[in-house]
Each structure stands twice: as structure tokens, then as C-alpha cells.
């Protein structure tokens, strides 16, 4: 049986639309009355037989007034615990609550005064025949108290609802909210990823080996993502990668960013996944001029360009075995330089050199930001000093195919061996990493 539903608010236009909406959406359950203004609101209620009155909170107007049969809802401004009345608590229901759940009180509470007005009238009837025995006029109250106890413990359901259901929804906007703190500290983060660079003492001193191992165990490991850069002039990614499968010319890439041109959109399209090793990777073919001509501000460039994808924490870059301007830009900007020497006396000889070069870069580096600096200081100008750290205290050597009886470790100031690996006999490069990239020196390398 349908619940008669009688509403009346001071907002007409609130009361027209929400008469109309439950009549849309709930005339199944519920006939709505609308009460056409303050002085018929009982002729409302009394007309159409109404189960429950639902009046704004500012409508005057004394509860005994209304029939018995009748429950009354007050469409209260906020959400607030129910007020104690003369009757029967008398629930609340905020007016800007969805239309199912101001619907769905009214048809709780329609029944369950509809149930309540019957058992009164049960108990009146007993009560003025005076033929019931106490034992019924006990079950009659019994039954009276029960249903008011149910009617509240439905508000208390219901409130308990409606909190859960707010709780949810700030427990779902919180994640939310932290879910985009997290990526957003995650691209910045990747925006000024860690660059290791890996370059050969000598030709075959397997510079090549090592750095791609290294990035084939830094992207096993969980959290981290990793980009493998060439940079060497003698096409060495075809002994390992699988360049035969690069769709792009790398070249294009190089010389934009040897003209500052270089962004990371664009440098996107040369990204790819690598069959063979299973690491992010640029294809590096035929690329000797623009390589060498990408001098200080294209490695720059290039790395901006990196930092700009925001896709990688980790680069490893793998650079020809010789002295020029951008392997000691690379220098310059790396966390950690692996010099890979096989401990051989030609090999040893090599690091020395390069060690020994980078120590006068560092030199001239720091007399150049001196000299910037009076300069500024005699023209009146305030001078922004670099914050740079020397290269040799992140260079390292990395010992490969270290042989016990004819290959030596340095001592050099300032440069510290990383480790000792060695030498490992594989019949294909495939066995050979999968073997390198299970030791700990390899695993361990990037912070």
C-alpha cells in the first residue's frame, strides 16, 4: 500500500520541485500531496489521508495539531541529530539531501506510523471496553514500545548510512588526491632523472657490456624505470641490441639538440623497448658527425630533452673511448662516471691519462668561474655562481674481465675502484648478461 506523503515549505519553488521529483521517481510507493499554502496544511493532511507531513524547519505550527495518524518530518537546513518532541522523536532530514534518500525516509517512517496509529487504536479500543486482560494491555504496550524503538533505531540506520556513505566519499577523494600528489612527485622527480655514464679506459675494454647489464638489472629492480643511451661513434649497440628493428634516424634527434633545439616530444619517437634486452633504449646508427658535433650545450640539450619526457629516474649513457667536449659534458653532468678498464697495463695507462685530464677540467673549471666572477665584481654585477661539484669525486673505476695474473688495480687520488669483475666466458652476449646482470656489482651500482 502507498504511503500519502503532505510537504509544505516556505521555498515554493523547492516544494514544487521536490514534490515533482518523488512523484517522478517514486509514485510506486508514494502519493505526494503538495499543500498550497501555511493555513490548509491540516485541511491538506486531513483531505487526502496523508501518513507523513514534511514541513520546513520555519513553518510554525503545534504538533498536537496534527492527526495522530500523521508523522511529521522536518526538512531541516543541515544535517543534525533528531530533537526530542511531546510525542515521538520527530526526524530531521537536510532539504539538500538526494531526493532517494529524503524519499526513502519518508517512506520508513510512513509505515512505521501507520503501524504505530494502528496499535494505538488497538490499545484505545481495549482500554475503553475495559475487557482486556493485562496480559494483553502488556503486549499491546509491548508492541506500542517495540515500534517506536524500531522507528528510531531506522533514523540511527539511516544516519549511520548517510555518515559511511560521506565517509567514503572523502576516504575516496583523499586517494584521489594523494594518487595525483604521488605522480606529481614522480614526474618531478623524473624530470631531472640520475645519469650514469659508462666509458671504455680503451676500445674492448667492454664499456658497452657492462653499462647495458647494468641497465638490464636497474630495470628488474621495482619502482624504477630506465632509459640506455649510446653514444659512441662505432655503431657497438649492433653487437647486442637489436638495431635492426630502429625505424628512425637518431641523427635528426642529434643535431637538433647541438642547436638547442632539441625537446621531449620530439625525442620521444626515437624510444624504443629493446627485443633483446628488455630495456627502454634510443638506436644509435650512423651517427658519428652529429655525435661529435654535439659539443657542451648539445649533451646539455639532449638530457634537457630527457628530463623533459619525465618518464625515466635512471639514464645510462655509453660513451666512445676518447677525450672530447661531449664526453666531458657528459662528465659534468652525471651522478656517477664508470671509467671500465680491464686492470691491463695499456688499460691502466689510459685511465691515468683520462683521470689526470678530467683533474685539469675540474681546474679550469673552477679558474674560469673565478674569473667570471671578479669580472663581476669589477663591473659592479652581481655574479650567480654555478653550483658545481668537481667530476672526480664521482668518477669510479669498474674493472672488467679482471684477470688475476697480469691485471693490476690503481691508486689513484681522488678516483676509487667500484669493484673488480671477473672475467666471464659465455658463448653469446645474451648468456653473458643474464650471467653479469645476477652479480652484485652489477645490481648494486645504481643508487
Known sequence: ??????????????????????????????????????????SCVTTNRADILMVGQETEMKEDSIPETCGLIILSESKESQTERSRFDVPKICRYDAVEDIA??????????????????????????????AVREEEAERRISELGAELKAQAEEAERVAREEAEERERVAREEAEKRAAEEKLRNRRSHPDIYVFVSAQKGDGALTVSTA??????????????????SKENAMEKIYSTGSASRDF???????????????????????DPNTGVDCIYNLNTSFEIMML???????????????????????????????????????????????????????????????????????????????????????????PNRENIIGRVFIFYNKFANRTSTTLKLLGVEPYGVLSVLKERTNQKLLLNMTGQDLIKNLVD
Do not use: P, W
Open 295 to 385: 659539443g657542451r650545450e648539445g649533451a646539455k640539450n639532449l638530457m634537457k630533452a630527457v628530463g623533459e619526457m619525465a618518464s625515466y629516474d635512471v639514464v645510462i649513457v655509453n660513451l666512445e673511448s676518447e677525450m672530447s667536449i661531449t664526453n666531458f659534458a657528459m662528465y659534468d653532468i652525471a651522478k656517477k662516471t664508470m671509467i671500465v678498464s680491464t686492470g691491463q697495463k695499456d688499460s691502466n695507462a689510459k685511465v691515468e691519462k683520462l683521470v689526470e685530464a678530467i683533474g685539469k677540467y675540474d681546474d679550469i673549471a673552477k679558474l674560469y668561474i673565478a674569473k667570471a666572477k671578479a669580472k663581476a665584481a669589477e663591473a659592479g654585477e652581481e655574479f650567480d655562481e
Open 104 to 133: 526513502k525516509l519518508a517512506y520508513i517512517y510512513g509505515n512505521r506510523y501507520r503501524d504505530l496509529a494502528e496499535g494505538k487504536k488497538i490499545f484505545k479500543s481495549l482500554e475503553h471496553a475495559k475487557q482486556v486482560e
Open 1 to 42: 500500500m502507498k504511503i500519502g506523503v503532505a510537504v509544505y515549505d516556505q521555498d515554493r519553488s523547492y516544494q514544487e520541485k521536490l514534490v515533482a521529483a518523488i512523484k517522478d521517481a517514486y509514485s510506486d510507493k508514494l502519493d505526494v500531496y503538495s499543500c498550497e499554502d501555511g493555513d490548509k496544511i491540516l
Open 214 to 231: 647494468v641497465s638490464m638489472a636497474t630495470a628488474e629492480r621495482e619502482g624504477i624505470s630506465v632509459l640506455y643511451l649510446d653514444l
Open 251 to 273: 641523427g635528426d634527434a642529434l643535431r637538433k639538440a647541438s642547436e638547442g633545439e632539441l625537446t621531449g616530444e620530439f625525442l620521444k619517437q626515437f624510444v624504443a623497448r
